[in-house]
């Protein structure tokens, strides 16, 4: 499968109803579509409207329980159970996981450990399921104060350590040009470890071409890398959703 968009309903198209945001996906040339919470979705009704717009699920979240935290692992593996056989029933082939808030009560190494003693359990639960699990690093600057996670090279780090290819990283490309830019070197050294894009403009989290980051040029080099995955749009449009995913669907001309 060559590299492709994913669209974020519940960021580009959040006050739209369902049926209205699957139309709109396909309306403007997209093939997938993701989301976050699958626990909040009809599965039974957004698998028919999937089906009816001949689309494709790209991504969708395990639960939001620390994994820095070795009290809440437990709890952390049950949810990622129940969220891979969600996504084997949806034919989604990446869960998006973020690891927590930092423990102020652990050490940095502490919550380091943890993180990679509960991943590799959960590389156990995700063997042969045909799913990969990316944790995401986020930016602690402007929208996710206290997270543990900001950088990449600890998340490729994790990666290394866990050494698993159901465990890899979900690269935000406007988390980590806030956190620590430089993103065309780092996904080029460690597109092997990249399951999943999420795209924004930056500043702002809004459209693609609204903002200091090329986005023609960002898919390009991914392009060049010979990534097969997705890149999921996860923004909050200023202007016409549709108007918005027109212009990225422009592009990438192989997208579907």
């Not at 717009?53 to 329980?65: E, G």
């Not at 690891?99 to 190494?109: F, H, I, M, N, Q």
Request: glycine fraction near 6%; include cysteine.
């Amino acid at each position: 499968m060559p590299m492709n968009l994913s669209v974020c309903i519940d960021a580009v198209l959040e006050s739209v109803p369902l049926e209205t945001a699957l139309q709109t996906v396909a309306d403007c040339g997209y093939s997938a579509f993701e989301f976050w919470k699958w626990w909040e979705k009809d599965l039974d009704h957004l698998l028919e409207l999937r089906d009816l717009h001949q689309l494709q699920i790209a991504a969708c979240c395990t639960r939001f329980v620390s994994l820095v935290d070795p009290a809440c692992r437990e709890e952390y593996l049950q949810g990622l159970a129940e969220s891979v056989a969600v996504a084997q029933r949806l034919n989604c082939p990446t869960l998006i996981s973020q690891v927590g808030d930092a423990c102020p009560t652990l050490s940095r190494e502490a919550q380091h450990a943890s993180l990679v003693a509960g991943l590799r359990e959960a590389a156990s639960i995700l063997q042969n399921s045909g799913v990969v699990l990316g944790i995401e690093p986020l930016n602690e600057t402007v929208d996710h104060q206290g997270y543990y996670l900001v950088r990449s090279d600890e998340a490729f780090a994790i990666i290394d350590e866990v050494d698993s290819p159901n465990v890899q990283v979900t690269f935000d490309l406007y988390h980590q040009q806030i956190s620590e830019g430089d993103l065309t070197t780092t996904l080029r050294q460690h597109i092997d470890k990249i399951a999943h894009f999420h795209a924004a403009g930056c500043p702002g989290r809004r459209e693609l071409d609204d903002g200091e980051l090329s986005y023609p040029w960002l898919f390009e080099a991914i392009r060049k890398t010979g990534y097969a995955g997705y890149i999921g749009l996860e923004y909050w449009p200023e202007r016409s959703a549709e108007a918005g995913l027109r212009t990225v669907r422009h592009w990438l001309p192989t997208a579907g």
